[in-house]
């Protein structure tokens, strides 16, 4: 939303007669705060493929919009426009064109090539306090076509050269039998395509037959949303699923041979430093890969009504970012009184230095030396029992390298690198 906001402001400051339409997820959420921004000139709700062609010829024929569902400017801007932007149909997933990138930059559609995301689906059925899929996709859960899902890859495959793509839904799996046809259809296509399940999947929505039919089409790594090893928290947050559905997926999935992740959120209604520690074990023991982030509560959502009540804000939720590629960008949203800042990010800190992902601690770029006092003080406080064997690796690693550089001057008897 910040880099919206930017855009638009440089785009104003530029071009001030020109009109700014603002879209995306964030707009369903808070189109009457937004609408007060004076950059924004039309802010459009919902999903606005179909409609957002139609208010640029309008537009450029200089024609009113105002009436268009979905859209709500100054002037039509009133009590009745929350129920009417709800009558904007959801898009019919089967009738869009592929998305198009050639507009993009270079590195975007060099990337497709083994990164192509693909939506299958969109909507969720299901009541997560912490979620706001549902509010902005609907309950709904709307499916394209396996066919067309198909199409979509030859096309990617032929335009852009993609030989790995990842299925972006937010679930993918609730339809069991779809999943088992799209499957199915992808190994009778033989595109000979790697694919993964990133956007975390329901772990008590597969069967072992699923996880077979996804491995012989090429499927290699899942994601399943886990969010706590509590069953209390699993419970108040309305996940759906208890802890013994989420073990057996995970081994379903592994059984059958592919690589399984899980997402947990650190700071869930109920959470506290040794919850997290339960997580750790639980990740530990069913040998999951795992990430944990730092919870962000959404507007529009359950979670963001108990939050307004029961925490205190520390900063806005727009600079909350569940993980990012620095360290530093982390930041806790929220603290209450059992939970506060400080156990939160101590809880941060001790899972990943547990778990051994302290790419997600130490920011990048820091002279060797640093990366290592950091790494012996995050050892120290929260895994001392890995020290030593830390110790050891550094030390025969630096012997290595001292004996390497000893043998090569002497008549080079070894490979360079090789001892």
């Known amino acids: 939303m910040k880099d919206a906001r930017r855009l638009a402001q440089q785009v104003k400051s530029l071009l001030p007669k020109v009109t700014a339409v603002l879209g995306g997820p964030h707009t369903k959420l808070a189109w009457r705060e937004l609408l007060t921004e004076p950059w924004f000139d039309v802010i459009l709700v919902g999903e606005g493929e179909q409609v957002f062609p139609v208010i640029c010829h309008r537009l450029m024929a200089s024609e009113s919009i105002e009436e268009l569902l979905g859209v709500v400017t100054r002037r039509n801007a009133n009590e009745d426009f929350q129920l009417n932007h709800s009558l904007l149909p959801a898009a019919d997933l089967n009738s869009l064109p592929f998305p198009e990138y050639d507009l993009f930059p270079k590195n975007v559609r060099e990337s497709l090539r083994t990164n192509y995301p693909l939506v299958t689906a969109r909507g969720?059925?299901?009541?997560?306090?912490?979620?706001?899929?549902?509010?902005?996709?609907?309950?709904?859960?709307?499916?394209?076509?396996?066919?067309?899902?198909?199409?979509?890859?030859?096309?990617?495959?032929?335009?852009?050269?993609?030989?790995?793509?990842?299925?972006?839904?937010?679930?993918?799996?609730?339809?069991?039998?779809?999943?088992?046809?799209?499957c199915r259809s992808l190994i009778e296509a033989n595109l000979g395509m790697g694919w993964s399940c990133p956007n975390g999947l329901r772990a008590d929505r597969v069967d072992r037959e699923l996880a077979e039919v996804m491995l012989k089409a090429g499927c290699r790594n899942v994601m399943i949303g886990v969010e706590s090893a509590d069953p209390d928290i699993?419970?108040?947050?309305?996940?759906?699923?208890?802890?013994?559905?989420?073990?057996?997926?995970?081994?379903?999935f592994k059984q059958a041979g592919i690589h399984v992740g899980g997402y947990f959120i650190i700071g869930l209604p109920g959470d506290s430093f040794k919850v997290q520690q339960r997580s750790v074990e639980f990740v530990k023991r069913t040998g999951i890969g795992a990430h944990f982030n730092m919870l962000v509560p959404y507007r529009g959502t359950q979670l963001w009504d108990w939050a307004k009540t029961n925490a205190r804000f520390l900063c806005n939720p727009e600079d909350g970012l569940h993980f990012a590629d620095d360290p530093d960008k982390v930041k806790i949203v929220i603290e209450t009184d059992d939970f506060p800042a400080s156990q939160r990010q101590q809880a941060?800190?001790?899972?990943?230095?547990?778990?051994?992902?302290?790419?997600?601690?130490?920011?990048?770029?820091?002279?060797?030396?640093?990366?290592?006092?950091?790494?012996l003080r995050l050892l120290w406080k929260y895994d001392r029992a890995q020290l030593p064997s830390y110790i050891f690796r550094q030390l025969s690693g630096k012997f290595r390298r001292m004996l390497g550089q000893l043998i090569r001057p002497a008549g080079k008897l070894m490979p360079t690198g090789r001892l």
């Open 234 to 252: 699993l419970k108040a947050v309305k996940k759906g699923e208890c802890i013994e559905d989420i073990e057996r997926g995970i081994c379903i």
């Open 124 to 182: 969720c059925v299901y009541n997560c306090t912490y979620c706001s899929v549902p509010e902005i996709s609907g309950k709904r859960f709307r499916k394209r076509h396996p066919k067309s899902v198909i199409e979509e890859l030859k096309w990617a495959q032929k335009k852009y050269g993609t030989a790995h793509f990842e299925i972006i839904d937010d679930v993918f799996n609730l339809d069991i039998g779809r999943c088992k046809e799209i």
């Open 348 to 375: 941060y800190e001790m899972v990943h230095t547990q778990l051994g992902r302290f790419d997600m601690l130490i920011p990048p770029g820091l002279p060797q030396w640093q990366h290592r006092y950091r790494m």
